[in-house]
């Protein structure tokens, strides 16, 4: 089974632009997670997708932003960069929500975005 | 989700016994003790959970006290490869799909 995919793996944007990450999750699996990480903070949680909706988000501002089309496929977009946006951006995906139980999240390489 | 503490590094000879400490105090009767690894420049990699009762898989033992107040990951024979940083989490039977992870555990397998 394939596992989590994301591209690009690495991007270098310049201030105020804006950028699009891609995520493709495990086949089967409708749930996917966006995390950010970086040096200072570490892993933080940024939003999560379930059957195209939105049912999860972080503490982020508005410039993050996410969608997940109808094969389960997401994308994340960040608008107006700023330097501290430079991180490894990670997706996780998962079979979702059942009748209660954490769903074991599979993670994939990440997109490493450098903002100059 | 239950607050984890976890030393922030330990090293560990090669083909020696690696035993990860994690105290969550905190945490609920419904939470799960998740162990996931992180080796450098990939994503975050599940290990072994548990609840109550110690677990064993093929990567791990996780070991979780009488108390649930703290548990232990092992690494029966770690490897150079096992080098990588591990994170404790407490998460709820009935959480959805969103970790909140903490600093972690950098492992150094010293050859």
């Known amino acids: 089974k394939a596992g989590v995919t994301q591209t690009p793996r690495y991007l270098i944007k310049t201030r105020g632009q804006q950028v699009t990450l891609s995520c493709s999750p495990i086949?089967?699996?409708?749930?996917v997670s966006w995390y950010q990480q970086t040096p200072g903070q570490g892993l933080q949680f940024l939003f999560e997708y379930f059957s195209e909706t939105q049912r999860n988000k972080g503490n982020f501002p508005g410039r993050f932003s996410g969608r997940q089309f109808s094969n389960s496929r997401s994308e994340m977009n960040v608008s107006t960069l700023e330097l501290g946006d430079s991180a490894l951006y990670l997706c996780?995906?998962?079979?979702?929500?059942?009748?209660?139980?954490?769903?074991?999240?599979?993670f994939g390489p990440g997109t490493r975005l450098t903002v100059l | 989700d239950a607050k984890t503490t976890q030393p922030p590094s330990m090293d560990c000879a090669e083909g020696r016994a690696a035993n990860l400490p994690c105290n969550h105090s905190t945490i609920s009767g419904n939470e799960y003790v998740y162990w996931y690894r992180q080796i450098h420049s990939q994503g975050p990699q599940y290990i072994i959970h548990g609840l109550k009762n110690n677990e064993t898989n093929e990567m791990a033992s996780l070991i979780i006290t009488e108390d649930r107040k703290s548990s232990t990951l092992i690494l029966p024979h770690a490897t150079l490869r096992d080098t990588a940083v591990y994170y404790c989490i407490g998460l709820s039977m009935n959480r959805d799909d969103k970790i909140i992870f903490g600093k972690g555990t950098r492992l150094h397998i010293l050859p």
């Open positions: 996780a995906s998962s079979l979702g929500r059942s009748a209660g139980g954490f769903n074991e999240q599979f």
């Open positions: 086949s089967g699996h409708r749930s």
